[in-house]
């Protein structure tokens, strides 16, 4: 069995635990005690809450035309694998939720474990190049027509519009703060995994197709890439030399862009201890915390 099959049969064992963590903390821990999870899967569990119709279906139902346009204007492997997850996680929600009755516990417990388990069901889908879909995709749509607005804002935005519209839908506020508590558990879980102690990789590139490679970067990763000039010590060549710095999950990533743009590309990944700037750990924090 080839290096190329194992890899795909990793990606898709890593899929299946990750929509199982992830189905079974929204339908079992969080949905049951009136918590939301934020993005489409907190809307589908409030339609779930109104009308009685299993959040996996709605999930679904809510997912495809978003899909439908993120493959129209993406396109690519990216999308493909994140429909294949998406179809799957709904199927396991709607399993958990017609067979299983949930689990009514301490408000507190439910928003922990729950985000704990949501957070790492979406970091082994992150880590093997697919999302479960929803405000992701949305906000990488917005963040092309607005680019002035970051993805991270928008995610942010849309999932505390979310949790207002749970504090309604539940009428007790304290389902929107115990809310923000699932949301902030699982966005550290997914940090802790996905980013480590904010380190990751520093890349360079020297490559014919510079033009080609920089802008599938920006595209799929949405990460900035710095050109610099440079020339071969031996050859006397003039030559283009890209840097960008990525997260450590991203790397795979960035070695699939290279080897379809040109094959006979240098590439040299070192180590960054430590991240500052957009995209990565504000400066202004860092600068709080030393003061401090």
Do not use: W
Not at 27 to 39: A, D, F, K, M
Not at 77 to 102: D, Q
Not at 272 to 292: D, S, T
Request: with cysteine; charged share 15%.
């Amino acid at each position: 069995m080839s290096k190329k099959t194992l890899s795909v049969i990793f990606d898709y064992l890593l899929y299946i635990v990750g929509c199982v963590l992830f189905a079974f903390s929204v339908t079992q821990l969080l949905s049951p005690n009136e918590i939301s999870p934020g993005g489409l899967a907190g809307i589908a569990t409030l339609f779930q809450h109104l009308t009685s119709i299993p959040s996996g279906i709605a999930l679904m139902a809510m997912n495809l035309p978003v899909l439908a346009i993120a493959l129209f204007k993406f396109g690519g492997m990216f999308i493909v694998k994140t429909s294949i997850v998406t179809i799957f996680l709904s199927s396991v929600m709607t399993a958990f939720e017609t067979t299983l009755s949930g689990v009514r516990i301490d408000p507190v417990l439910a928003a922990v474990f729950g985000g704990i388990g949501l957070g790492t069901g979406m970091s082994l889908i992150i880590l093997r190049g697919a999302t479960t879909g929803g405000v992701d995709i949305i906000a990488k749509l917005i963040n092309r027509r607005f680019q002035h607005f970051t993805v991270g804002k928008i995610i942010l935005i849309l999932d505390a519009a979310v949790v207002l519209f749970a504090a309604l839908v539940y009428r007790n506020i304290e389902s929107a703060l115990y809310s923000v508590l699932a949301i902030y558990a699982s966005t550290r879980v997914m940090d802790l995994l996905l980013y480590g102690a904010d380190k990751g990789k520093l890349i360079y590139i020297i490559s014919q197709s510079h033009e080609k490679i920089c802008s599938m970067i920006g595209n799929v990763l949405q990460r900035g890439v710095t050109v610099l000039k440079a020339k071969g010590g031996y050859t006397g060549d003039d030559r283009t030399l890209l840097m960008c710095v990525v997260r450590a999950h991203e790397v795979a990533t960035i070695y699939r862009i290279v080897r379809e743009c040109d094959s006979s590309a240098f590439v040299t990944v070192s180590e960054a201890g430590e991240i500052l700037g957009e995209g990565f750990k504000p400066i202004i924090n860092e600068q709080k915390n030393r003061q401090n």
